[in-house]
C-alpha cells in the first residue's frame, strides 16, 4: 500500500502563491510518477501536473502552464506543486496521486493510490 499526505492548501488573494506537498510513504517502490488534480465544487477532477520519480520534463494542464510548477525531492519522497499566480478559478480540493503504470499521465484513471486532499481557497 501507498499513503499519500497533502498539506500546504489554504486561503489567499488572487495574485498570490502557495506551495502544496505531497509526502509519499509505504511501498512507494510500486510507484513511478506522482501527479496532482484538483476538483471544484460541481466539476469532474481534473490534471493540473504530474512528474516522474525518475526525473524528465513533467506534464502540466494548459490552465496552469506558466504559474505552476511541480518539482520532487526523492530523498523525503515528497512531491511540491508551487502555485503562483493564483485565480479564483483555481479555487478546489487538490489531490496528489500516485501511479505505477506507464499511460494515463492526465487521467484520473491512470493512478492507483490517492491522497485526502487539501483544500484551496483564492479569493478575488
Known amino acids: 500500500q501507498v499513503r499519500l499526505v497533502e498539506s500546504g492548501g489554504g486561503l489567499v488573494q488572487t495574485g498570490g502563491s502557495l506551495r502544496l506537498s505531497c509526502a509519499a510513504s509505504?511501498?512507494?517502490?510500486?510507484?513511478?510518477?506522482i501527479g496532482w488534480f484538483r476538483q471544484a465544487p460541481g466539476k469532474e477532477r481534473e490534471f493540473v501536473a504530474a512528474?516522474?520519480?525518475?526525473?524528465?520534463?513533467?506534464y502540466y494542464a494548459d490552465s496552469v502552464k506558466g504559474r505552476f510548477t511541480i518539482s520532487r525531492d526523492n530523498t523525503k519522497n515528497t512531491v511540491y506543486l508551487q502555485m503562483n499566480s493564483l485565480k479564483p478559478e483555481d479555487t478546489a480540493v487538490y489531490y496528489c496521486?500516485?501511479?505505477?503504470?506507464?499511460?494515463?499521465?492526465?487521467?484520473?484513471?491512470?493512478?492507483?493510490?490517492w491522497g485526502q486532499g487539501t483544500q484551496v481557497t483564492v479569493s478575488s
Open positions: 509505504g511501498r512507494t517502490f510500486r510507484t513511478n510518477r
Open positions: 512528474i516522474a520519480w525518475s526525473g524528465g520534463r513533467p
Open positions: 496521486a500516485a501511479s505505477g503504470s506507464s499511460g494515463g499521465w492526465a487521467n484520473t484513471g491512470g493512478y492507483d493510490y
